[in-house]
């Protein structure tokens, strides 16, 4: 499995509008293209889908991500340890410990330049603080979690593929 195996992560994005599903997609090909052998990480929850990408197969050393709120249709590309990166331009949202993402609306808005410094920084502090036991797999497409409880899209804004 690999960038080219979108099978699940097609099929859980399956209720959301085409132009939320094409935006998760577009994310997807650009974070891939940038770290071939980093591992996707699928997440099907009940308020979200969400794909990260780690050099490992586990979640905590997670560098970027994607997430699709089932409830607002929202779009986050994300950073893990987002906290721990510079964000020289004031882009990055979220106020928590760890996390910060940025929301995309349009792919022509999304900041290209910008996001691949931050998602090399990102890549850099995920790789020193990793502690590797075993073998990793590299360059795989990993589904994690499956939620078989899904929140539902609002009825007047559910469309496309359903």
């Known amino acids: ?52 990408w780690s050099p490992t197969d586990k979640v905590g050393d997670t560098f970027c991500s994607i997430a699709v709120g089932r409830s607002s249709y929202n779009v986050h590309f994300g950073f893990y340890w987002g906290s721990k990166i510079a964000d020289p331009e004031g882009l990055l949202l979220g106020e928590g410990n760890q996390y910060r993402y940025i929301l995309v609306k349009k792919t022509g808005d999304f900041p290209k330049a910008y996001i691949k410094k931050l998602v090399k920084e990102a890549y850099a502090y995920s790789l020193a603080k990793m502690k590797i036991k075993g073998p990793v797999p590299k360059g795989a497409t990993i589904t994690k979690s499956v939620s078989s409880a899904k929140r539902k899209p609002p009825k007047s804004r559910r469309r496309g593929g359903q």
């Open 1 to 52: 499995m690999s960038a080219k195996d979108t099978k699940d992560l097609v099929k859980f994005l399956r209720p959301f509008p085409d132009d939320v599903k094409d935006r998760a997609l577009w994310l997807r090909e650009f974070v891939w293209k940038l770290y071939p052998e980093a591992n996707e990480l699928i997440y099907d929850n009940y308020n979200a889908v969400a794909c990260g």
